[in-house]
């Protein structure tokens, strides 16, 4: 069964303390793995999207990278405005649907 | 940018009552999607459109039904609103077939009393 892992559930940082938030996958071929943030009450808005192993895109100070069963966002000198819920989704191959984790809800403390 | 907008912000209903949520998208998008979310449990899809008038059930489309009429334009239905269905939903739509990035719009928080 494919499925979508997020880890940790919940995180606090302090400003500018550099942290990884993880997304374990299991799917039957990966068509792609995107990365959203959700604000309180708000919709996902997306980040990034990643293809193929190894592949790493970056933005400000986030950064996803990933691996044939994982996704890694890594957040470098957080500040307080990138405190939200982190979601990542899977597209397996041959579906036109999308699995989602739970999500890490992230606070960054000034 | 991709603009995806939801008729409410937040609506609050009766049970029984049919129940209208409109999602409408501005980037001449063939795919669109609603999912609705709840707290550990993630989104999880309700129903899926590729084409004007096309629709397929997705995981959870008990209690629900939609309407594609127009491209630009999908619209979840609660046939007869239960306590259970109250939730955020959320519309997203993306280009096409394939691989690719969905647009979410802001959401509908909805309340069955």
């Known amino acids: 069964e494919d499925q979508v892992t997020q880890s940790p559930e919940a995180l606090r940082l302090q400003e500018g303390e550099s942290s990884s938030l993880n997304c374990s996958y299991t799917?039957?071929?990966?068509?792609?793995l995107f990365w959203y943030r959700q604000d309180p009450g708000k919709g996902p808005e997306f980040l990034f999207t990643l293809y193929s192993a190894g592949e790493e895109k970056e933005k400000e100070r986030l950064k996803a990278t990933l691996t044939k069963k994982e996704s890694f966002l890594h957040i470098t000198a957080p500040k307080p405005e990138d405190s939200a819920t982190y979601l990542c989704a899977v597209q397996a191959s041959g579906t036109y649907k999308y699995i989602f984790g739970t999500g890490t809800r992230l606070k960054v403390l000034a | 940018d991709v603009k995806v907008t939801q008729s409410s912000r937040y609506l609050v209903k009766r049970t029984g009552e049919k129940v209208f949520l409109e999602c409408v998208q501005d980037?001449?998008?063939?795919?669109m999607f609603w999912y609705r979310q709840d707290p550990g449990l993630g989104l999880r899809l309700i129903y899926f459109s590729y084409d004007v008038k096309m629709k397929e059930k997705g995981d959870i489309p008990e209690g629900y039904s939609v309407s594609r009429e127009k491209k630009e334009r999908f619209s979840l239905i609660l046939e007869s609103a239960s306590t259970n269905q109250t939730s955020m939903y959320l519309c997203a739509s993306r280009p096409g077939q394939g691989a690719g990035e969905q647009f979410f719009g802001p959401g509908t928080r909805l309340t069955v009393l």
């Open positions: 980037m001449d998008h063939e795919n």
């Open positions: 799917v039957s071929g990966l068509r792609g």
